[in-house]
T-cell receptor, first 114, second 116 residues
Framework: EAQVTQNPRYLITVTGKKLTVTCSQN?????MSWYRQDPGLGLRQIYY???????DKGDVPEGYKVSRKEKRNFPLILESPSPNQTSLYFC?????????????FGEGSRLTVL | AQSVTQPDIHITVSEGASLELRCNYS??????LFWYVQSPGQGLQLLLK??????LVQGIKGFEAEFKRSQSSFNLRKPSVHWSDAAEYFC??????????????FGKGTHLIIQP
């Protein structure tokens, strides 16, 4: 089954404790992206990657890092989480950029930073 | 930069009634336009998209949307809603420049409630 898998789905952590949210897709997609969803703000892009070793900032990259060492994986790293990073995070992928077809989303990772 | 406005935060519709969700965009040229649906606890699923051609596009689950350049709108419609349509709906716009590299710009969403 074609899917985008995120882990963990739910996480409560404390300020400053580094964490990684993993994202993996099994569709051999070149394009992957991270979004955060906040009430009243919709979805905002954090980072995206056009292919292995190619990443770039989205609209709200501050406080986040990403890496793309393998085509299937695109982890989101919070080096020193803060309460304003409490949010619902979505990973998404598509064949080669969102304009080549459907953008497939994971089920989301709800992060709470205390 | 492009932007998307979904004027209605919440909409309540009776089951079996027709539905129209509004979406207005701001972009200098003809954009790429999308509607996504998010069911509770789920990720987003593509309902339909407009890239070019026929301005009335058909999607999954009986939805359709019409691109109106003169009104900068891309409203989503369904002739008869079902209780399972209760969800959050997002309109999104993408710029034709950038080759699909940068992200889609999403609206803030419309929460659809279905009354029995």
């Amino acid at each position: 089954e074609a899917q985008v898998t995120q882990n963990p789905r739910y996480l409560i952590t404390v300020t400053g404790k580094k964490l990684t949210v993993t994202c993996s897709q099994n569709m051999n997609h070149e394009y992957m992206s991270w979004y955060r969803q906040d009430p009243g703000l919709g979805l905002r892009q954090i980072y995206y990657s056009m292919n292995v070793e190619v990443t770039d900032k989205g609209d709200v990259p501050e406080g986040y890092k990403v890496s793309r060492k393998e085509k299937r994986n695109f982890p989101l790293i919070l080096e020193s989480p803060s309460p304003n990073q409490t949010s619902l995070y979505f990973c998404a992928s598509s064949w080669r950029g969102w304009n080549t077809g459907e953008l497939f989303f994971g089920e989301g990772s709800r992060l709470t930073v205390l | 930069a492009q932007s998307v406005t979904q004027p209605d935060i919440h909409i309540t519709v009776s089951e079996g009634a027709s539905l129209e969700l509004r979406c207005n965009y701001s972009y200098g040229a003809t954009p790429y336009l999308f509607w996504y649906v998010q069911s509770p606890g789920q990720g987003l699923q593509l309902l339909l998209k407009y890239f070019s051609g026929d301005t009335l596009v058909q999607g999954i689950k009986g939805f359709e949307a019409e691109f109106k350049r003169s009104q900068s709108s891309f409203n989503l419609r369904k002739p008869s809603v079902h209780w399972s349509d209760a969800a959050e709906y997002f309109c999104a716009v993408g710029a034709r420049s950038g080759g699909g590299a940068d992200g889609l710009t999403f609206g803030k969403g419309t929460h659809l409630i279905i009354q029995p």
